[in-house]
């Protein structure tokens, strides 16, 4: 494969991945329904388990099959960040979670949004996803349809909501830290220049 190849495969869009984020997209819409106007909350779990299964066979698919893309390395974790936005809300608002929680996930993501100009200054679009930063959204994923199982009265609906909350502690504590990555990253673009350092955060990419 030539250079112009390995461009031109990266200027693609429709590839399995980028449906697969597509088709998270569109479920963001239908969880909050299900959540907030029917109150169908198994359904509304189910809704979350696909979008996190399909999370993680995007990267998987992507990595064995060279389908990485540039609207890939965009549209990957800006899906997760609505995902798990749209999921604090709604379970915020169902009083299943504390309003603290969703402002210290926001505040991650108003810190990571203060380096775009910077980003932008250096010619790129966005810094490479890290493998710990995908870790802590698939603890999210999971832990919040475990917590909202958890409202229910049943023995082994508290055990799955004790389960959930101790997924969510330990994502949030990732997803933090893996912040503090993409800053120090940052700032070794801003000293060095982004050649080397984002090829090789790269290689954790989706």
Do not use: C
């Not at 569109?26 to 329904?33: G, K, Y």
């Not at 203060?114 to 679009?125: F, I």
């Amino acid at each position: 494969m030539t250079a112009r190849d390995a461009r031109d495969g990266e200027d693609r869009i429709l590839t399995v991945p980028n449906a697969l984020s597509v088709l998270r997209l569109l479920l963001i819409p239908l969880f909050l329904w299900l959540i907030l106007v029917e109150q169908a909350d198994m359904a509304a779990v189910a809704v979350l388990a696909v979008s996190g299964i399909t999370d993680w066979a995007d990267g998987l698919i992507a990595r064995a099959t060279g389908q990485i893309t540039h609207l890939g390395r965009l549209l990957d974790p800006l899906v997760d960040r609505v995902t798990v936005a749209a999921t604090l809300v709604g379970l915020a608002l169902r009083d299943l979670i504390p309003w603290w929680l969703v402002g210290l996930l926001v505040a991650r993501e108003v810190l990571l949004l203060l380096l775009v100009p910077r980003l932008r200054r250096h010619g790129l679009l966005a810094l490479p996803v890290h493998y710990l930063g995908k870790a802590a959204t698939f603890a999210l994923y999971w832990g919040f349809p475990f917590v909202l199982v958890g409202a229910g009265s049943a023995t082994w609906e508290q055990v799955l909501g004790a389960l959930g909350w101790a997924f969510v502690i330990w994502g949030t504590a990732l997803y933090w830290y893996a912040a503090l990555l993409y800053v120090d990253q940052m700032r070794r673009i801003a000293k060095h220049g982004p050649h080397g350092t984002v090829l090789e955060a790269q290689s954790a990419d989706d």
